[in-house]
């Protein structure tokens, strides 16, 4: 009894850690991507700007444009993006549906080759691959994953990913704006906001890349501080060639 419940729990454990996150979804890497983006885009062009010795008013109204063409520009391109992969899978998938359709025998002998090459019998092959081409949905489904590697039932939604980098972008790109909104003259609140995001932001990433959170909070802060460090100093150098 003691020897069942214990691989009982055994059996419980393994289920529990042997569980995977989301991979394929379409809001993580068009998320992630905005956030970043809009974070060092908009602390870089605001840095810029400000080394260029303008006025307050100037930095507000070029961090506050700088917000709205990033989103919609990610927005816009995310959807295209998106779209175009997910219009050349249903491509994919319709040209598999009609060999289906057409050569039943020929795709059933394909995939049972396919389960051949990986180490099945040859017996075995043929008898699962006669199973599952019985119904063509499922079949489909197999032939895709098999050959083309994706599933049917979970593919990218362009409207997530697009809604998804427009939010993100415009939230990161809001950071180094806040403190001008709140009333701050200098352009040291928004640099230190803004790089205190940036490691947020990687940091939070971490938890899903399993790196580790200092690593890459501190890679993100370098590569934000850098991007805005060489823009104040253009910034600096083109106005006073200008002026």
Known sequence: MAIIETEAALHVAHRDNHTHRDVNGGWLRPAVFGAMDGLVSNLALMTGVAGGSVSQQTIV?????????????????????????????????????????????????????????????????????????????????????????????????????????FGSFALGALLPLLPYLLGATALWPAVLLALAGLFGCGAVVAKVTARSWWFSGLRQLALGGAAAGVTYALGGLFGTAVG
């Open 61 to 165: 109204i070029t961090g506050l444009a700088g917000l709205a063409a990033g989103a919609f520009s990610m927005a816009a391109g995310e959807y295209t993006s998106v779209a175009s992969q997910r219009e050349l899978v249903e491509a994919e998938l319709d040209i598999e549906r009609r060999e289906l359709r057409r050569h039943p025998q020929d795709e059933e002998a394909e995939l049972a080759a396919l389960y051949v090459a990986r180490g099945v019998e040859p017996a075995l092959a043929r008898q699962v691959a006669r199973q599952l081409s019985r119904d063509p949905e499922q079949a489909l489904e197999i032939h895709a994953r098999e050959e083309l590697g994706i599933d049917p039932g979970d593919l990218p939604s362009p409207l997530v990913a697009a809604v998804s980098s």
